[in-house]
């Protein structure tokens, strides 16, 4: 398919401006959630004071640093900082198409610029975004530093230090380790054993015509650019000639082995400082971080980043926010159906380009089968228990799937290997062990899908980069038209994401831990109305009591005020109070107690239920038997629940009502002034 330069440009710019327009527009609408607001209120905590003490609760401590230098620097809005993470979200694009095959990288775009997933945290002050963007920054330097580029020794250096520096922005940097470590460990295996080429899993080529040999010389010849030296030139070695060159020992021969050594030294030593340097920069950068947050209980860096380490284990082993082990599938359908079907599609026909390479990703999967048959009995056998109980996994159903996927995951990574790509290959990797690490992780919150849906996303691109290459135009058309499909339907997810008020509704499953937008205009409202009347009641002198849930977010609506927050509501209400707000349960006796010709009270939600993950009706079954005998009942129940479960993905219509957290906002009648 060929398009004209200027097309392909203008098409190029529109999808750049159109990934900025949707990380752009509407950062202050959506009201503040619960996580937000704590990580916003300790940036702003540390602008006001100068310095910050590293909680761990809240992850590596460069976010807060980062975000505090903007509200110096742009004023302390929610809007300030979550536009710097949607600037910072632009950085994962632009490293996730270096990291793509450079002929096909604007194919994909599309579905990397307007992933609901990615965008959704593209606006939303958390660490998730630093750590892509930083985690693509070293993945790209990282794998050009090991090419044989010329510059590869300038992106060494970066590629060194992002990966190391990822500690200080989140733990999640082990996960990253370990996938770098375990791809690197089969890749030397495969290097130092796999030596031979196994050219009957390798596709085959799609045989072309060749051109007619020309007759006479070469066309090279016939132009003159490319003469053999005479014998004269040679051997009679007249001045200024190659003979000369020679005997002098001023050149050395293409083929003399000093040289070769001698030009693979001065190629590979200054990459190899570079990583050395890179490493020691990652490395500073992660003491002079943990150095500048030690508080008086932290001794030394070392300690501070040895308690957020401690802190994060310590979190997925206790199971704070569980999950089943398939937690992250349905969110991943809900999201990026069209993109995982078209990589689906790419796998599959992978698999069938060749007999054998089918039967290595049937080898995969049967290999995982019969662990999992295997594991079954001994589930509950010492050492194995431990490591289940370790890794929050199980023989169930879910674990079955997830493994099938993983195993495929896999079988496409390993074939990379053996065509001597392994950039894919590890992309391939890197997808297989995110899923399982997030999948295994005792804490499940939707942001972490960040995590998975990027590796997929890039695997996209190299699934169907070969396929597009041996294509002919038919096939690649039918390709775009699903990238188009793609497209669309992704964008028609944004579109009620963003401007539809759906970005704080549980509705979306991508939401947690929201506020409701009553409560965020309320505070707005609030705040607005004691602004006007600031120069005779400065909003310090306005006391706000917090109780119960609303600490989160209510700090930061007002922070600027005088806000206590007392462990119990207190016995009467003063004068001095301004705003009383938390749970209904908290406050029902003092609004008991209150003369309501002087106080307004007001019963709202604070956050929403979340849609149940099953529509009623479903089969309870709790043995294998069970489940056997309840097949045609499961049939039936599936044939049911696809309707609704469509309405659901096209048009977020829930199949039971959302419930609400009440809580009571108490007012005066008429405003202090």
Known sequence: MNFSRGFLQWAAAGLVALAILLRAVGLDQRPVIHDESMFAYYAWSAMRNGHYTHLPILHGPTLILITGRVFSWFGDSIATGRAWIAAISLVVLAAGMGLWPRRYRWWFAPVLFTSPILLYYSRFLRNEMLFSAVLMVGLLGAARGISRRQSAALWAMPGAACLIGLIAIKE?????????????????????????????????????????????????LQRGTYMNPSYETVVKGRPGTVSDALSSGTETPRGDPAGVADAARESWLPTALAWIWGAALGCGFVYFIYHVTTGPDSRHALANLASSWTYWREQHQLHRISGPIHYYLPILLLYELPALLLLAAGLVWDAGLRRRRGLVYLGAVGLWLLVWLAWIPLARVGFIARVGEFLHVEPNGSMLVLGV????????SIL??????????????????????????????????????????????WVWAPRLRTMGRRGRALVLAWLVLTFAVALRNDYFLIFQGRDSDPRERIVYNHTSPRFDALCRQLLSNWEVYSDEIPLARRRVVLIGAPFWPGVWYFRDCNWVSPAQAPEALGEGDDLIIGDQSRLEDLLRRVDMAEWNALRLSLRNAWVPAWPPGRP???????????????????????????????????????????????EPMTMRR
């Open 405 to 412: 996927i993983i195993a495929v995951l896999l079988a496409w």
């Open 172 to 220: 999640n940097a082990l996960f990253v380790w370990a996938t770098l470590a375990s791809f690197g460990l089969v890749y030397a295996v495969r290097r130092l054993v796999w030596r031979g080429p196994a050219r009957a899993l390798r596709p085959r080529r799609r045989r072309r015509p060749r051109p007619a040999a020309p007759a006479g010389p070469p066309a090279r």
């Open 620 to 666: 309870e079954t709790d043995t294998w038997a069970e489940s056997l005998r309840a097949i045609p009942a499961w049939l039936g129940y599936l044939g049911r629940a696809l309707p609704v479960w469509w309405k659901y993905y096209w048009d977020r219509e829930p199949w039971t009502p959302t419930g609400e957290y009440p809580i009571i906002a108490i």
């Open 416 to 461: 990379q290997l053996e065509q001597h790509r392994p950039l894919a290959s590890f992309i391939g990797w890197w997808a297989a062990c995110s899923l399982f690490q997030y999948s295994s992780a005792g804490e499940k919150v939707p942001w972490l899908a960040v995590h998975i849906a990027l590796p997929l996303i890039m695997m996209l691109g």
